[in-house]
């Protein structure tokens, strides 16, 4: 029997075919320089973006890469990050903020979040510092920054570097300075869902250390220096810290470029949007937590890259919005203590538990700057329906 209706049209978790859309003509300038350039990784268009972004965050220096994952393992290891040294990681993140640690051969130890912000607590990680801790690395999950006073006071007492997981925070500032150049560098990532994203992998160290600055472009590029001369720089090749390839291609950089002048226009959009869910999803019986953005000391600047909630029967609530054609994201499902790759360190589950709790109840809805008012309405819609039985 056909329906009397066509079912209502589901709502993807992530699209950006409207933005291209409309944003095209400026896209296809800067995709045609690199086509008539004929540089097509690590050219002029990619130095264009350094500078830019550089530009945007008020970094001295930005250095391209081909990933977020790389950015982190070079920014460690540019920062003298490995063999014998710990970084202290928080449980509940992606699982490259701490396998970039291991790539860097350095081990990372863990802590646990803060439930407000889902950044790493400052009093769980000092008491994960051993006599070989190097460094710590908060980590900006999905809306805000995490307590940096707190880390840089840790950091302070005990001798070691911040190096901040930065690749969500694009926009973010704590006190006019943007999210990554708190410490010793950050990174951004460009992958397609991230706030800037491009249409395949590229990433960015930021930083104001120069010497950071020049050793991550060195390794990005097989240890040459300088974009020409083929001279192999010699971080101690022989110890196994030998450059590698993370170039970034100039058709990523050319999308980053058309869309950075927009970035902020988006970021508006999405405060908006956020806003329109957090009023239609407050009170609504499962749903335990919709976003809370911490009132700091000092000014600071949030940005709703995820819009994460807390729920009941969380994955009972994927299952019905998935059937509604309804998509969703969970952040994190594992916290990084229990995933197998890490068992070697040795924790147990309960451990952390605010990053446990996160891991249970955390769900990311359909978020980013192409979705409409209809579109929220009618993922609230879906989510009280599972929760009372009916959409009003
Ligand atoms: C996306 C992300 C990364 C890695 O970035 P890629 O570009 O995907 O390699 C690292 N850390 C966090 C917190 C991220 O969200």
């Not at 540089?39 to 973006?49: A, M, Q, T």
């Not at 070691?160 to 694009?170: G, K, M, Q, R």
């Not at 020049?214 to 022989?238: E, V």
């Amino acid at each position: 029997m056909k329906p009397a209706t066509a079912p209502p049209a589901g709502v993807p978790f992530f699209t950006q075919a409207k933005s291209f859309d409309a944003r095209w003509p400026e896209i296809a300038r800067h995709l045609h320089d690199v086509f008539d350039r004929g540089k097509f990784s690590h050219g002029r268009k990619v130095e264009e973006l350094e500078q830019a972004i550089a530009g945007y965050t008020g970094a001295r220096f930005a250095v391209a890469v081909n990933n977020g994952t790389d950015a982190l393992t070079l920014l460690l290891r540019a920062a003298g990050i490995g063999p014998g040294d710990e970084v202290v990681v928080p449980a509940f993140t992606f699982v490259a903020s701490a396998s970039s640690v291991a790539l860097a051969r350095a081990r990372p130890t863990f802590a646990d979040i803060d439930p407000d912000t889902y950044g790493i607590d400052p009093a769980s990680a000092e008491a994960a510092i051993t006599p070989r801790t190097a460094g710590i690395m908060p980590v900006h999950l999905f809306t805000q920054m995490c307590d940096m006073e707190g880390v840089l006071q840790v950091a302070a007492r005990h001798g070691i570097t911040v190096l901040e997981d930065s690749a969500e925070a694009i926009g973010m500032r704590w006190d006019g300075r943007h999210a990554g150049l708190l410490g010793a560098g950050g990174v951004l990532s460009f992958f397609p869902t991230k706030t800037l994203g491009a249409i395949g992998d590229a990433g960015m160290i930021i930083t104001d250390d120069p010497g950071i600055a020049d050793r991550a472009g060195t390794l990005r590029h097989h240890g040459r220096i300088g974009r020409t001369i083929d001279h192999i720089a010699g971080i101690s090749n022989l110890s196994g810290a030998s450059g590698t390839n993370s170039k970034m291609d100039d058709l990523q950089a050319a999308v980053l470029l058309a869309k950075l002048p927009h970035l902020d226009d988006d970021i508006a959009t999405r405060a908006r949007l956020a806003e329109a869910y957090t009023a239609r999803l407050t009170g609504v019986p499962g749903v335990r937590k919709t976003p809370r953005v911490v009132t700091r000391p000092v000014p600071t600047d949030s940005v709703f890259y995820v819009y994460l909630i807390e729920v009941d029967r969380r994955d009972d609530l994927v299952a019905h919005l998935t059937a509604r054609g309804i998509g969703t994201e969970v952040y994190y499902p594992i916290p990084l203590h229990t995933q197998p790759v890490f068992a070697e360190l040795g924790y147990r589950q309960g451990r952390f538990p605010h990053a446990e709790a996160a891991c249970r109840h955390a769900v990311g809805l359909p978020f980013h700057p192409d979705l409409s008012i209809d579109d929220v309405d009618r993922v609230c819609d879906a989510v009280r329906e599972f929760y009372t039985g009916s959409a009003a």
